[in-house]
């Protein structure tokens, strides 16, 4: 029962999130979620429903690392998903953090991606 509340509260905050970022071709919405064990970005048109650029600490060459779901995780994901975005040609997105507070390993993330060359 109290998992269920939690998933809705949870719901109630990406809505609320979602009304004021939306993400176009100039300019993509970068959503992210923290799972238990892994990171996952992308870049989305919300216009046209597209995924421009992708990364999760599941690829191939970030499995490697093997980074966590966590706060290291976090700064090296948001750098290599700043290259993946400047490489696809982002230059500006809007930041969506999924209904996450914006602290700990959301804020190191959107850091790096900052530092990585990333406008936001």
Do not use: C
């Not at 996450?100 to 390993?105: E, F, L, P, S």
């Amino acid at each position: 029962m109290k998992s269920i509340q939690k998933a809705k509260l949870l719901q109630k905050r990406k809505w609320r999130v979602r009304k004021k970022v939306n993400g176009t071709a100039e300019r993509p919405r970068l959503s992210v979620k923290f799972s238990s064990k892994h990171i996952y970005a992308q870049a989305i048109d919300d216009d046209t429903g597209t995924t421009l650029a992708a990364i999760s600490s599941l690829d191939p060459e970030l499995r490697k690392q093997k980074l966590a779901a966590n706060v290291v995780g976090a700064e090296a994901l948001g750098k290599a998903f700043a290259e993946k975005a400047t490489a696809a040609g982002l230059a500006s997105v809007v930041f969506d953090r999924n209904g996450a507070r914006y602290h700990g390993k959301v804020k190191t993330f959107a850091d790096a991606a900052r530092n990585g060359g990333l406008k936001f």
